[in-house]
């Protein structure tokens, strides 16, 4: 499965981004994770066909992310940003079946990354 990610930016805190990435092929799972220098990576978003969604704390509230299957594409729609959203934002695929096999940090296929920046 290939990944393309594409929407990175800079822009003001308080600002909005579209993340968007193209996939090769359906998978299960799919998620958002993204990674600041000198930081682990961090699991953002997950979301898998008929099971909840689920967001890291820190962005509740204020980024969603969708599927569209027939397009094979995964978005993550950022509003209110913050500095501490700076980071390289990837999107990873996995084979599942269920929320548990989505509900991991372990997935299979990943992007090449987008760069989020937001100034204060």
């Known amino acids: 499965v290939q990944l393309v990610e594409s929407g990175g930016g800079s822009v003001q805190a308080g600002g909005s981004l579209l993340l968007s990435c193209a996939a090769s092929q359906y998978t299960y799972c799919m998620g958002w994770f993204r990674q600041a220098p000198g930081k682990e990576r961090e699991r953002v978003a997950i979301?898998?066909?008929?099971?909840?969604?689920s967001y890291v704390d820190s962005v509740k509230g204020r980024f969603t992310i969708s599927k569209d299957n027939p397009k094979n594409t995964l978005y993550l729609e950022m509003y209110t940003l913050k500095p501490e959203d700076t980071a390289m934002y990837y999107c990873a695929a996995k084979v599942g079946r269920w929320f548990g096999d989505c509900d991991v940090m372990e997935y299979d296929y990943w992007g090449q990354g987008t760069q989020v920046t937001v100034s204060s």
């Open positions: 979301i898998g066909d008929d099971i909840p969604t």
